[in-house]
């Protein structure tokens, strides 16, 4: 089964725009993590926030975690064309998991 | 440094046959999983280990599937009796595993690309 589902499934955006994902999931988790995907690779991690923390930033990209509502957000802002690619979260349950349960994610395209 | 390495990068098969595929981990991690991806899906996850023992095997689908890492480095997951909708990418990820597992994020190869006709 999927923990999280991300919204949109696809977005397309300028270069220079911010593009926003969201994601949902079911339980309780130990934190939530996003990877990001080219076409025809692996996954690459790009970021991880705690059940304790409620935002995170790395470079561009900016991660909020609502436990309340069981949903995180990951925003890049002034993307690229090399952004584009598939974007994915995934969530780590309870203590002692080590699962990673990933949703379908969302394809982001950023036209030049 | 070298990230994880999957081979072959793409197999293709025909139904009924016996298959392997192989992932080198991250030299240091202790923490193996494979996951499988279908066209437009996220990763499934299908078996980890944790050293040399499987810790999960849960996410294997039925018992034609099954995995070995015997000296806690390489692992090798085997598909026997092949059907066309075990066609999807096999990804194995690695990562520093723990006693208890704590937020230790997952390094993925670029997986095997897995057809069965």
């Known amino acids: 089964s999927q923990q999280g589902e991300e919204d949109p499934q696809a977005l397309s955006i300028q270069e220079g725009e911010n593009a926003t994902m969201n994601c949902s999931y079911k339980?309780?988790?130990?934190?939530l993590q996003w990877y990001r995907q080219n076409s025809g690779r692996g996954l690459v991690h790009l970021i991880l926030i705690r059940s304790n923390e409620r935002e995170k930033h790395s470079g561009r990209l900016r991660v909020t975690l609502d436990t309340s509502k069981k949903s995180s957000s990951l925003l890049i802002t002034a993307s690229r064309a090399a952004d584009t690619a598939s974007y994915f979260c995934a969530a780590l349950e309870g203590a002692g998991s080590y699962q990673l349960t990933f949703g379908k994610g969302t394809k982001l395209s950023v036209i030049p | 440094g070298a990230g994880v390495s999957q081979t072959p990068s793409n197999k293709v098969t025909e139904k009924g046959k016996y298959v392997e595929l192989r992932c080198d981990p991250i030299?240091?991690?202790?923490?193996l999983y494979w996951y499988r991806q279908s066209l437009g899906q996220g990763p499934e996850f299908l078996i980890y280990f944790q050293g040399t023992g499987a810790a999960d095997d849960s996410g294997l689908p039925n018992d034609r599937f099954f995995a070995v890492r015997p000296e806690g480095s390489v692992s090798t997951l085997k598909i026997q009796r092949t059907e066309r909708g075990d066609s999807a990418v096999y990804l194995c990820?690695?990562?520093f595993g723990t006693g208890f597992f704590e937020a230790s994020p997952l390094h993925f190869g670029n997986g095997t690309r897995l057809t069965v006709t």
């Open positions: 030299s240091g991690h202790t923490a």
């Open positions: 339980t309780s988790i130990n934190n």
């Open positions: 990820a690695s990562s």
